[in-house]
């Protein structure tokens, strides 16, 4: 069984590089990128369970960024990948192996907390970097690298940017429950609250920890904030690629073998 977990754990490390590596979008100003790697993430967690989700996705991901030349990224997206894969793999794991109507409800309430904190905290951090922009710490090295020669056009676009990544905070789990309620009646096994809701907590984990790890390695707060709708916007796709995976393979000895 170890040798069958570490050869498991082994060719899910080198998918999840694959498709992190090879399928990439830069992300201006950030140094970063975003890539479908999410996705393999989720197919490994909730196959497989926390400790290869775990393994595979920092190792996976930490090495796409050494070879893809984000070497600086390595270190954070090791931890920040490694806690998204076991996030994900516990909650779907101790979900399913105790199911109730009552587990059901207070997974769904604690997510549904989770979520609305992670809103409140992002909307109220950024209304607190708006109005202190101007007595911050803002290099004219770092306005002609954003593109703005004023402080107050620069205050526009980051208020639309906060406008935008509240709509997507609060659109992106309306849409994954509407998807849960209508494809649990065909597979509850696979589209359960435990699965989608321990993505979508992990997802969250992720867009904090990049933000939080490009506050301490670009040295401010504002380039960071660029990361957070695009990160949001991996994560969602990621699963979408992931669950449109795993439905397709549901009834293949991969499934028979795992631990969903």
Do not use: C
């Amino acid at each position: 069984m170890k040798i069958k977990n570490l050869v498991t754990t082994g060719i899910m490390i080198a998918l999840i590089f694959v498709l992190t590596f090879a399928i990439k979008v830069p992300v201006p100003f950030t140094r970063g990128y975003i890539h479908l790697g999410d996705s393999m993430i989720f197919i490994t967690s909730i196959l497989f369970g926390w400790k290869v989700g775990a393994l595979a996705g920092g190792l996976g991901s930490a090495l796409a960024d050494i070879v893809g030349g984000y070497a600086f990224w390595a270190i954070p997206t090791f931890i920040i990948k490694g806690a998204m894969g076991a996030l994900v793999g516990l909650i779907s794991e101790t979900y399913r192996k105790k199911y109730s109507l009552k587990k059901e409800i207070s997974i769904f309430s604690l997510s549904v907390g989770i979520w609305v904190a992670f809103i409140l905290s992002v909307s109220f951090s950024l209304k607190n970097l708006l109005n202190n922009l101007a007595t911050s710490t803002i290099t004219p090295t770092l306005m002609n690298e954003l593109g703005y020669e004023n402080i107050e056009d620069l205050k526009v676009f980051l208020l639309n940017t906060r406008n935008l990544i509240n709509i997507i905070l609060i659109i992106v789990p309306i849409i994954l429950i509407l998807i849960s309620l209508v494809l649990r009646k065909k597979d509850l096994k696979l589209f359960n609250l435990g699965n989608l809701m321990g993505s979508v907590i992990s997802g969250l984990w992720m867009v904090f920890g990049y933000f939080l790890a490009g506050r301490i390695l670009l040295g401010n707060w504002i380039i960071p904030i660029f990361e957070i709708p695009w990160n949001i916007l991996q994560f969602t796709i990621g699963m979408i690629v992931a669950y449109s995976v795993l439905w397709a393979f549901r009834n293949t000895k991969l499934f028979q073998s795992s631990e969903i």
